[in-house]
T-cell receptor
Framework: GAVVSQHPSWVICKSGTSVKIECRSLDFQATTMFWYRQFPKQSLMLMATSNEGSKATYEQGVEKDKFLINHASLTLSTLTVTSAHPEDSSFYIC?????????????FGQGTRLTVV | KQEVTQIPAALSVPEGENLVLNCSFT??????LQWFRQDPGKGLTSLLLIQSSQREQTSGRLNASLDKSSGRSTLYIAASQPGDSATYLCAVPEGAQKLVFGQGTRLTINP
């Protein structure tokens, strides 16, 4: 299957600082990538849809000024958690599809564990 | 609004047993259904994708079925092994390309 890579796998930061997470599609181009958040023992919740060359689309309740998304190329999307606080500590996972359309398989990165202290 | 439910939430069986994981969804107008595996602290690994026109899909010891009209899918694991221990998630697309996930079934295979 297609490969989606996230970096870093884990990060610890101080409260008030910003953290950037990268999501790359290694062997395909993705005009759209997705960012999910997962709390312990819970399922994945979509945060936003990242669109190459345009603004991201955020789900209801997700602060776009806090979770900045940039999709500058067809193989890279970044999520920046600005002014992080302990409640932002979570597992963040990105996803992409090698082919556009609703019938195609989605592939996920390995996730990033963010801990804000 | 699409809702996805998985039962049981957790399952523990001895090695070698065959088992079935269940997934149900409220809106039957789906394009496909995807089963994933998630190991602790890791991302998701795609196991099987069933298109809406298909009844089942097989990969090795895994077999997934889909009954759109009743809003159900099952994941059958044959001859379970300790390495199968993980959380299994099912998901269906909603809207443009967004995936809606179930809460997952945490599977433990005991040696």
């Amino acid at each position: 299957g297609a490969v989606v890579s996230q970096h870093p796998s884990w990060v610890i930061c101080k409260s008030g600082t910003s953290v950037k997470i990268e999501c790359r599609s290694l062997d395909f181009q993705a005009t759209t990538m997705f960012w999910y958040r997962q709390f312990p023992k819970q399922s994945l919740m979509l945060m936003a849809t990242s669109n190459e060359g345009s603004k991201a689309t955020y789900e209801q309740g997700v602060e776009k000024d806090k979770f900045l998304i940039n999709h500058a190329s067809l193989t890279l999307s970044t999520l920046t958690v600005t002014s992080a606080h302990p409640e932002d500590s979570s597992f963040y996972i990105c996803s992409a599809r090698p082919f556009a359309g609703k019938n195609t398989e989605a592939f996920f990165g390995q996730g990033t564990r963010l801990t804000v202290v | 609004k699409q809702e996805v439910t998985q039962i049981p939430a957790a399952l523990s069986v001895p090695e070698g047993e065959n088992l079935v994981l269940n997934c149900s969804f409220t809106d039957s107008a789906i394009y496909n259904l995807q089963w994933f595996r998630q190991d602790p602290g890791k991302g998701l690994t795609s196991l099987l994708l069933i298109q809406s026109s298909q009844r089942e899909q097989t990969s090795g010891r895994l077999n997934a079925s889909l009954d759109k009209s009743s809003g159900r899918s099952t994941l059958y694991i044959a001859a379970s092994q300790p390495g199968d221990s993980a959380t299994y998630l099912c998901a269906v697309p909603e809207g443009a390309q967004k995936l809606v996930f179930g809460q997952g079934t945490r599977l433990t295979i005991n040696p």
